[in-house]
């Protein structure tokens, strides 16, 4: 057994299919078939079942996969601890971001990575956080930023801060900036044409669960997955968006819309650090963890 052979078979089984650890892994499908059946012929095991769907782990798949996690963190943390003798921590880190905070988040974030751990690496991809909490057990993300996570055996959660949620409109021509206009009840906004995210975008099922709880219904204009897309469409008049302040703020045109707060309830959103109960963090993964904290202390006081 040697570390490759191990290193595939894990992705493989994390992934449910050879072709998508082909990817993930930029080797030749045909390469890590191979080795992972001579892994199998070594064992004298089959650890995967093969089906036209993909791969699953047989009993003794899930018994080596369980092993697997832990020696190649260990690995990991070896590397880690050779490279701060050296003076400075190495490894790639997998981070999942919302569209809503990938905007303002991602180049500072970058930039802080960057100056704090130049010979490691940094992926950063957007999506919704039901999927990125999926990736997160799969091991396809090592940390993800989601809104109104649960906990799960699967995975740690950990608060990151509290957003408002506001009404957002598209600016009259000649409305002047100030003064904003006073804050709306979410009875109100049940009245509006909504522009807003398909299920199950977790804003979106924060706002239809408070309206439920009030005897009303979303209005829905379109069912627009991605925040500058949202935006241009109220912009362009299809009709009003519910978002966070820092969406609006960080948006490309914030001078075209108007924002206003949301009470009657006052509609809060929980952003969390969500990692993997399945895989301990690395020692870079916890600075990428402070880091990420950072940096959304910062962009909060801004």
Do not use: W
């Amino acid at each position: 057994m040697d570390l490759k052979q191990l290193e595939y078979f894990v992705r493989v089984a994390e992934l449910g299919s050879f072709t998508r650890a082909a990817i993930a892994l930029d080797v030749a499908q045909p390469a890590l078939s191979r080795q992972v059946r001579l892994l199998e012929v070594e064992l004298r095991q089959n650890l995967l079942t093969r089906n036209g769907r993909g791969a699953l782990p047989t009993e003794a798949g899930k018994l080596l996969l369980a092993h697997g996690r832990g020696i190649l963190h260990q690995v990991e943390r070896a590397r880690e601890e050779l490279g701060r003798i050296r003076g400075s921590l190495a490894g790639r880190v997998a981070v999942g971001l919302p569209p809503s905070l990938a905007r303002i988040l991602t180049v500072p974030l970058t930039r802080a990575f960057r100056a704090e751990l130049p010979d490691a690496t940094i992926s950063i991809s957007e999506g919704l956080s039901v999927a990125m909490q999926e990736s997160l057990v799969a091991g396809r993300l090592d940390i993800a930023v989601l809104y109104n996570a649960q906990p799960t055996a699967e995975t740690e959660i950990a608060p990151l801060l509290e957003e408002d949620l506001v009404l957002v409109r598209r600016r009259p021509p000649g409305l002047p900036e100030d003064p904003p206009p006073g804050p709306v009840t979410l009875q109100a906004v049940s009245q509006l044409p909504l522009v807003i995210p398909s299920r199950p975008n977790a804003i979106r099922m924060h706002v239809e669960s408070e309206m439920a709880n009030l005897g009303c219904r979303l209005k829905i204009a379109l069912e627009i997955d991605g925040v500058s897309a949202i935006l241009d469409l109220v912009a362009d008049g299809a009709g009003c968006a519910v978002l966070s302040r820092h969406a609006v703020a960080n948006s490309i045109r914030p001078s075209a819309f108007t924002v206003q707060a949301i009470h009657e309830p006052l509609l809060r959103t929980k952003v969390s650090l969500a990692t993997s109960s399945l895989r301990p963090a690395t020692l870079t993964q916890q600075t990428t963890l402070a880091l990420i904290r950072q940096t959304v202390g910062k962009i909060v006081k801004a």
